[in-house]
């Protein structure tokens, strides 16, 4: 009898400078049945998309440090990464004008439920 291959978990790629909430982050990640691949900034976060073609979803904070760093990395992966889904965080009402295409923005505080939902359904 053959052996069926088990699927490896998709991975998700948590952008945040917090220690704090990265192990938040991470927490939703694993819940949701995927592996967590840890950036704690932008250009982290971008050597590694660079490198490694498993990452299916990025889930950032869009407020890293008081800036917009969060938001010009889910843009910048639109442009060059445009099958990667998108799930955003933030204490900061946004306009959908300003969300990349598909991408998703949940608020602060953490709705581990719908965070956890999300990522679960980007992991199809």
């Known amino acids: 009898m053959a052996q ?4 490896a978990p998709t991975q998700v790629l948590c ?3 917090d220690p ?14 995927c592996e967590a691949v ?3 900034s ?7 998309l660079e490198t490694r073609t498993d990452i299916r979803t990025v889930f950032t904070d869009l407020d890293m440090r008081g800036s917009t760093a969060g938001m010009r990395l889910a ?7 445009p099958p990667i889904e998108l799930v955003m965080i933030s204490s900061q009402p946004w306009d959908a004008s300003q969300i990349p295409a598909r991408g998703v923005v949940l ?7 719908k ?3 999300t990522i679960r359904r980007f992991a199809v």
């Open 42 to 48: 932008v250009a982290e976060a971008i050597g590694i």
């Open 75 to 81: 843009v910048a992966i639109r442009d060059r990464w």
């Open 4 to 7: 069926s291959k088990v699927p």
């Open 20 to 33: 704090i909430l990265m192990l938040a982050m991470i927490e939703f990640v694993e819940n949701a049945g």
């Open 107 to 113: 608020g602060k505080p953490f709705d581990r439920r």
């Open 38 to 40: 840890e950036a704690t």
């Open 15 to 17: 952008v945040e400078d």
């Open 115 to 117: 965070i956890e939902a």
